[in-house]
């Protein structure tokens, strides 16, 4: 299972960083387009829906055929670079955060690591540190997937050196505030629910059936992501309405476009303009992207610790699992 176990200890802080990186680089790919759609339905001012003839995406079938139709099958992967170099990096930083907090809790305090609670709280601090860590990758990443025809940024290098000369170092942290208010009780609420539903699936199916642990590993990861995201999907809203401030040129082919002066001035105009749906935008991409790699995550980091565990001491007792 997820986080230190002092009954069954075999992935190291390097190892967990390894198998994190390596679980955030195949879950991207797979998830990329998903990704796509839920920051361009993010970003528009306009009602998400066909009665609405202003608005350029009305539901995620409809969107799917327009960007494939103007912009290609590529266009599902805007942004890939920089995203892979988020997922790599946070899914190395986040899982040997949240392995070494875990330890540290079990070694320091009374609390036992296994606890919920434990999860809940050191599941946060883990991606908030991975946050700060990667959050200029991030917002490279939100200005791809964001952009349309013609692009403002042909290449990752052309935008780092754009955004730095024209914007100032300080964009690349556009949006930290609210991501770290979001990400806090979204990942904390990720390893708290993903701890739950593991105990539970170990209650409801006989310890025997070790078959199906892979399946279990990633049904539990679907679950507590979408649960997870519903509870803390407006700030990400928020998060990525902040993150293309001064790019408003480049997101003129798809609406309206606003000019927002921090998070409350963003959360008041989202209020004002849209109503309490305005921060619900692209939740139904959000839910499936949320399901799938939360539990494609879950899944690969497990795997890839028990293969990790096999390979360094196959002759030892294997990662327990959960």
């Not at 998903?34 to 350029?56: G, M, W, Y």
């Not at 309206?256 to 619900?280: K, N, S």
């Not at 028990?306 to 196959?314: D, E, I, K, T």
């Amino acid at each position: 299972m997820v986080g230190y176990d002092p009954e069954a200890k075999c992935v190291s802080s390097a190892e967990a960083a390894a198998a994190g990186s390596a679980s955030g680089l195949v879950t991207r790919v797979l998830v990329s387009p998903l990704d796509v759609l839920k920051i361009r339905f993010q970003l528009q001012i306009e009602q998400l829906s066909s009665r609405n003839p202003t608005a350029k995406y009305h539901g995620i079938l409809q969107a799917v055929q327009c960007i494939f139709r103007e912009e290609g099958l590529t266009a599902f992967w805007k942004g890939h670079v920089p995203a892979q170099f988020l997922s790599i990096g946070f899914g190395a930083v986040q899982f040997m955060a949240f392995e070494s907090l875990t330890e540290l809790v079990h070694n320091v305090t009374s609390f036992n690591a296994r606890d919920s609670s434990v999860h809940l709280v050191c599941g946060g601090l883990a991606a908030c540190t991975a946050t700060v860590a990667v959050q200029p990758v991030d917002t490279l990443r939100t200005r791809f997937a964001a952009q349309g025809e013609p692009k403002i940024y042909p290449n990752l290098r052309h935008a780092v050196v754009t955004m730095y000369q024209t914007e100032g170092p300080q964009t690349f942290y556009r949006g930290l505030t609210p991501t770290l208010v979001a990400i806090f009780p979204y990942a904390g609420l990720q390893f708290f629910f993903y701890n739950i539903l593991q105990k539970f699936s170990k209650w409801v199916i006989p310890a025997e059936a070790k078959n199906g642990a892979n399946v279990k590993n990633l049904v539990c990861g679907s679950c507590a992501g979408v649960i997870s995201k519903s509870l803390t999907y407006p700030l990400d809203v928020v998060k990525k309405r902040l993150q293309v401030g001064g790019f408003e040129h480049a997101r003129a082919a798809f609406g309206q476009v606003r000019t927002y002066g921090g998070l409350l001035d963003c959360m008041r105009q989202i209020m004002r303009e849209e109503g309490p749906a305005g921060f619900f935008k692209g939740l139904s991409p959000s839910l499936l992207k949320a399901a799938s790699s939360t539990g494609l995550i879950f899944f690969w980091y497990e795997l890839f610790c028990g293969l990790l565990c096999a390979v360094r001491s196959p002759e030892s007792t294997k990662r327990k699992e959960g």
